[in-house]
């Protein structure tokens, strides 16, 4: 099982990105799915989370300006960012609780990092 991150790159204040997340691999069902973010110097935060059945959750600082959506038949999440500050510079990472034939159960796993870059 993979999760592969993309989307990412350089923004003026104001712009928008949007990430996308995609999971391959021997899956048989995907969990909660989520966006954290990772700035220099500090530690890894939840942005963003999205259930199964398409409940969301937000960290305070992205509400009303990041959307987490998801497309299970394509097994992606999805991040829509807009309003763009520069504190929203980190890398970004996604993260899916997946079940798949090897394990016993559901299984925690990370993309790789995507860099988001907010400047003008």
């Known amino acids: 099982v993979q999760l592969q991150a993309s989307g990412g790159g350089l923004v003026q204040p104001g712009g928008s990105l949007r990430l996308s997340c995609a999971a391959s691999?021997?899956?048989?069902?995907?969990?909660?799915m989520a966006w954290y973010h990772q700035a220099p110097g500090k530690q890894r935060e939840l942005v963003a989370i999205?259930?199964?059945?398409?409940?969301?959750t937000y960290t305070d600082s992205v509400k009303g300006r990041f959307t987490i959506s998801r497309d299970n038949a394509k097994k992606t999440a999805y991040l829509q960012m807009d309003s763009l500050k520069a504190e929203d510079t980190a890398v970004y990472y996604c993260?899916?609780?997946?079940?798949?034939?090897?394990?016993?159960?559901?299984?925690?796993?990370w993309g790789q990092g995507t860099q988001v870059t907010v400047s003008s």
């Open positions: 993260n899916a609780v997946i079940n798949s034939p090897r394990t016993a159960g559901s299984r925690s796993y």
């Open positions: 691999g021997n899956i048989l069902s995907i969990n909660d």
């Open positions: 999205i259930t199964s059945t398409g409940s969301t």
